[in-house]
Nanobody, 123 residues
Framework: VQLQASGGGLVQAGGSLRLSCVASGRTFSFYAVGWFRQAPGREREFVSA????????QYADSVKGRFTMSRDNAKNTVYLQMNSLEPEDTAIYYC?????????????????WGQGTLVTVSS
């Protein structure tokens, strides 16, 4: 499966953005999807994950209550709604997919990766 992330941009602190991850190549509903981010000089970190049907999600503590992940399998798309953005959320955001069971929060557990979209939050 090929993944294409989009929706990043420059936003002021307290603002919102919605990221999208569009999949192509294989049946998208077979895949669980995660969002990761990487800030300059830092390691890639887990943000959120959603199961294949969209009924279950998992979030990092740093984004819980501010970010919401969802998916529309009919459109082969996963979304990350980001509200109350903080300068600390500035990073390149990547979507990734795997076919295993359960939520995964470690990057090596994902088989497919998109190219990333840059989110910059100004103070």
């Amino acid at each position: 499966v090929q993944l294409q992330a989009s929706g990043g941009g420059l936003v002021q602190a307290g603002g919102s953005l919605r990221l999208s991850c569009v999949a192509s190549g294989r049946t998208f509903s077979f895949y669980a999807v995660g969002w990761f981010r990487q800030a300059p000089g830092r390691e890639r970190e887990f943000v959120s994950a959603i199961n294949w049907g969209g009924s279950s999600t998992q979030y990092a503590d740093s984004v819980k209550g501010r970010f919401t992940m969802s998916r529309d399998n009919a459109k082969n798309t996963v979304y990350l709604q980001m509200n109350s953005l903080e300068p600390e959320d500035t990073a390149i955001y990547y979507c990734a997919a795997h076919t295993g069971l359960g939520h995964r929060d470690r990057s090596f557990e994902y088989d497919y990766w998109g190219q990333g979209t840059l989110v910059t939050v100004s103070s």
